[in-house]
């Protein structure tokens, strides 16, 4: 077995900088090589995963296969590689202290004073490594979240510090990623913070290999000099990144800027050739200059920040690319939706997500947005409380239930059509108790997601308490709404899809979660292209 080398991402000067996009736009180039590859993301804060976390503290909360509930930067690390994450690729501090809380309860430090060197850095160590001893991978990035120099990064700068010594440079590359603003008033680009923030690092014994800078204009040769010179770098260890219009284009320009040509070099391995980014690139053409628009209405109520709802923002864009399409996305604030304004807000969009979420806060607008979405016969897609909304508004304006609601808002409804699992109805934490991960869900035979999916079977993944009724399946059924996605094991309603409208469909798990560059949904694909024959309609 090759020996896994590692790559390490740090960042400097602000947060917000793109690490994560960085570090898969690295990740994709070094794949595109043929390399085996996987990133890691060290998360600084006590929380022990972001399951509990509001979305308006760090976006969304991104779920994996095997049922973690992750930092974002995980759907952009298998947005861009194509590949399947796990619990191992996300480490929190609050995980950290846990397992060594725990094994000091346990008494397994055999009366030593338990300390943040070694045991912390030790057991931050034993998890970098883990992700390796899993598969064969050929590198690994390790994305440190946070900006060098807070306080709570200071565990983890420290431990790929001793990283370094324990397997030798030449299986360990350290990038930092800084920010070069540009002063309007004197029309200069300053290099001074990026001087500053590698100060830092190597107050803290690491001397970066590789610095990416993010900046809003060009650099020129004489700046990249300057940084090289002062910040004890080669020149070609200078990368820039400038803003782009879309993400994907990040790892075309990294191509240009040779960073993994220099990654490898550090690395010693072969870095002859050119990555083969063929299909990548005809993606990100028709990401920028597809002509035709398509107007989705995304109707949620973390609307204030985008990152709330980043993984169906990026499905609808790849399903734009597949379709040769642009699609834009209006997010629309819930709270803000009512029967007198709801036409004038929806009106023009050839498409409606009614988005995931938890709590009463918005619901009404949800579901009035899904009355007018099914009434209009305007495509519609609800995702997860989204189908929940769906079901409600069904029950209540079609099947005559005007009382119909889900227990989550409505304890004492008559009409309980979503209710609480029933594996769910003991639980009293919080953290990582919902029904989480990939589970099969069979697809009834003709439905629209059968041929969407063009298959029987799929996995897909869940995060969620509440599900659908089975009590009133039948009354749905025999009104239209039919269940064409369903759990074989425990008979859970999956999908449902509403018969006589040209595409309404809502699922109980997330597809947003699977969806990725070379691999767009198909649900994502098949709705943008209902909300093309929607428009020419
Ligand atoms: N709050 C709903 C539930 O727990 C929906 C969750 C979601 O949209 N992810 O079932």
Redesign the pocket.
Known sequence: MAKTKYVFVTGGVTSSLGKGIISASLGRLLQARGYRVTIQKLDPYINVDPGTLNPYEHGECYVTDDGAETDLDLGHYERFLDIQTSQANNVTTGRIYQTVINKERRGDYLGKTVQVIPHITDEIKRRILLLGKKENFDIIITEIGGTVGDIESLPYIETVRQLRWDLGPENTVFIHLTLVPFLSSSGELKTKPTQHSVKVLLENGIQPDVLVLRTEHELDRDLRKKVALFCNVGLEAVIQSIDVSTIYEVPLLMQEEKLDVTVLRHLKMPAGGVPDMMGWKQIVDRLKNSREVVKIALVGKYVELHDSYKSILESLFHAGAANNVKVTVDCIHSETITIENLERELEGFQGIVVA???GDRGIEGKILAVNYAREKKVPFFG???GL?CAIIEFARNRLGYGDAHST?MNNYTKHPVIDLMEEQKGITEKGGT?RLGGYTCLLKTGSRVQKAYNTDRVRERH?????FNNEYLEEFTNNGMIASGINPESGLVEIMELQNHPWFIGTQF?PEYRSTVLNPHPLFVNFIRAAINYRQR
């Open positions: 995931p979420g938890f995702i997860c409380l929940q989550e919902m995060r969620h308490r509440y599900e997330h």
